[in-house]
C-alpha cells in the first residue's frame, strides 16, 4: 500500500554581478548560555575541506576554525540552532531566506548575509553561487570554487531537474565533492512529477465538488513549501486561499505576487483553507468543519508529502485511495519537494563528480553503503 514518508520536514542563468561584494562579517563573540551546554560535534559533511565554511550547521554553537555559516533553506532542520542569540559568525542564505531569518527567528541583521541568486560572490577568497534548488522558496544549491580550483556543490535539499543540467556553472565545472540530498536514495522511491500531482489534485477537487458543491477544501502544509497545490486549486476554481495571519505573513513575504495576490483573511469567504499538516486528522477537522457548518457538509484534504513505494504499483496517481470518514476525506498525495532516486541518478551522471558525500540517512552504516553502490553504478564506465 501508499505510505506516507516520515522523514522529519523537516528548485537560471550565468549572470555575473561584480565579485567581492561589500559583505557584512560580524565577529564572533562567545554567550555565556552557549559555554554552560555541552554541544554535540558538528558532523564532517557539514564542513567544507580547506574553507572557514559551514553549511546548515547551527546547532552546534561556535565551530572552532569556522567563522561563515552558510543556510541553503528555511525549513527546522536545517536551520535549527539559530535564534535571535547568534553571534558565532557571519550567515550566508538566500534574500528570501534572510527575511526569513529576520522575521521569523529574529536573528540580527548585523550577522545575516543575503546572496543574489546566481552572482558570484568571493568571500574568505571562494568564489560562492547559490543556484535554485527546486525546493521550497527561497531554497539554494551552493558551489564553492576554491582558489586551487577545487569546486564543491552542496544541494541542500532539493529536487533535481532538467533545468540544473542547463546552470552554467555547473556545465563548465568540474564538482569536485558533490554534497547530496539524500533523502530518497532508495530505488523503491518512484514518484510522479510535480506537474502531474498537481493535475490530479485539481482533477480530485473539481470531481468532488460536482458531487458535494457544499465541500471545505483543505491543504495541509508545514512551515514553508508546497504552496504549488493550494495555488493550482485557487487557479483553477478561481477562488481565494484562506490561511491564518502567521501563516499569511510568511507567505506574502516571498514576494511572489501570485500568491501574495490570491491570499484573503476571512475563513468564509473562500472554500479553500490551508492548515497546518498536523491538522489533517479526522477528528480535528470534523472539528474544523463546525466553524463552517453553515456553509459547508464535508471536507476534502489533501497532505503533499513524499511517499514510500509498492513495487506493483508504479508510480500510477490512480491507485491513490483517500482515508474517509464520515464527511470527511482525505487524500495523502506524492507531491514530493526531494528528487527521486531515478532523479538524483540523472542528476549524478550529468554532473560525474570525483566524490558524494550523502547528506541525509547518513546515521546507518548499511544505509551509506548502500547508498555509495548506488553512485559506483551510476557512475561506471
Ligand atoms: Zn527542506
Wanted: charged letters at 20%.
Amino acid at each position: 500500500m501508499w505510505g506516507l514518508k516520515s522523514k522529519s520536514e523537516s528548485e537560471a542563468n550565468g549572470s555575473v554581478s561584480p565579485p567581492n561584494k561589500k559583505l557584512k562579517t560580524a565577529t564572533k563573540s562567545k554567550s555565556t548560555h552557549m559555554k554552560n551546554r555541552p554541544q554535540r560535534p558538528c558532523p564532517f559533511y557539514k564542513k567544507i575541506p580547506g574553507t572557514p565554511f559551514t553549511v546548515d550547521a547551527f546547532r552546534y554553537g561556535g565551530i572552532e576554525g569556522f567563522s561563515a555559516y552558510f543556510l541553503t533553506h528555511f525549513h527546522y532542520d536545517h536551520y535549527g540552532g539559530l535564534s535571535k542569540g547568534w553571534s558565532h559568525g557571519p550567515i550566508y542564505c538566500s534574500p528570501l531566506t534572510a527575511r526569513l531569518v529576520k522575521m521569523c527567528l529574529s536573528v540580527n541583521s548585523l550577522y545575516i548575509n543575503s546572496l543574489e541568486l546566481n552572482a558570484e560572490y568571493v568571500i574568505e577568497g571562494v568564489k560562492v553561487r547559490l543556484l535554485e534548488a527546486n525546493h521550497c522558496p527561497g531554497a539554494a544549491l551552493i558551489h564553492f570554487r576554491l582558489p586551487d580550483g577545487q569546486c564543491y556543490l552542496h544541494t541542500g535539499d532539493f529536487r533535481a531537474c532538467k533545468l540544473m543540467q542547463t546552470y552554467p556553472l555547473l556545465v563548465n565545472h568540474r564538482v569536485n565533492v558533490l554534497y547530496l540530498d539524500t533523502t530518497y536514495c532508495n530505488p523503491k522511491y518512484k514518484f510522479p512529477s510535480k506537474e502531474d500531482v498537481l493535475n490530479y489534485v485539481v482533477k480530485v477537487t473539481k470531481n468532488f465538488l460536482r458531487k458535494q458543491p457544499k465541500t471545505l477544501v483543505v491543504v495541509g502544509a508545514y512551515s514553508i513549501g508546497k504552496e504549488c497545490v493550494f495555488l493550482a486549486i485557487s487557479k483553477a476554481l478561481g477562488v481565494k486561499i484562506y490561511a491564518n495571519a502567521s501563516r499569511r505573513r510568511v507567505l506574502q513575504s516571498f514576494d511572489w505576487h501570485e500568491l501574495s495576490g490570491s491570499l484573503c483573511t476571512q475563513g468564509n469567504d473562500t472554500l479553500l483553507h490551508v492548515l497546518p499538516i498536523s491538522a489533517l486528522r479526522f477528528e480535528t477537522l470534523k472539528d474544523y468543519l463546525k466553524s463552517y457548518t453553515n456553509q459547508y457538509a464535508a471536507v476534502l484534504a489533501f497532505r503533499p508529502t513524499g511517499w514510500t513505494y509498492s513495487e506493483s504499483m508504479g508510480n500510477q496517481l490512480s491507485f491513490i485511495k483517500p482515508s474517509s470518514r464520515g464527511n470527511i476525506t482525505i487524500y495523502g498525495v506524492p507531491y514530493s519537494e526531494h528528487s527521486s532516486f531515478t532523479e538524483l541518478r540523472e542528476f549524478v551522471q550529468f554532473l560525474r563528480p570525483d566524490k558524494i558525500i550523502p547528506t541525509v540517512n547518513v546515521w546507518n552504516a548499511a544505509n551509506r553503503d548502500k547508498m555509495q553502490s548506488y553512485f559506483r553504478e551510476w557512475l561506471k564506465g
